[in-house]
């Protein structure tokens, strides 16, 4: 099986949700992403608990291309500490996989 990259962060507003999905395709970084609804996150922050919501966004992208994302993700992300989550997955479908790939290609 072919593998594929996911990589996830969550931010404070859709738009910026839309920001990052979309530069993050246009750029050939992610072949695509989704934002996903609002989530309630609890957290310690600056030795307090913090709840805030916020927007989801998932890219799928090639394990060759997954640094580079994470990289764009970091430079544009308007949080102090980031979550960027990066996980390697087998792809069921190969013919997605070769789609991811070849979408990611600069």
Not at 65 to 79: E, K, N, T
Request: aromatic fraction near 8%; charged fraction near 20%; glycine fraction near 6%.
């Amino acid at each position: 099986m072919e593998q594929i990259c996911v990589v996830t962060t969550v931010v404070d507003a859709r738009s910026v949700a839309d920001l990052l999905a979309a530069a993050a395709v246009a750029g050939r970084l992610a072949a695509c992403a989704q934002v996903g609804g609002q989530v309630d996150s609890t957290y310690w922050w600056r030795s307090g608990v913090e709840t805030s919501t916020e927007w989801s966004v998932q890219f799928k992208t090639a394990p060759d291309r997954a640094q580079a994302l994470v990289d764009q993700l970091r430079s544009g992300h308007p949080y102090e500490v980031p979550e960027i989550l990066l996980s390697r997955v087998e792809c069921g479908d190969p013919a997605y996989a070769a789609w991811v790939h070849e979408q990611t290609r600069p």
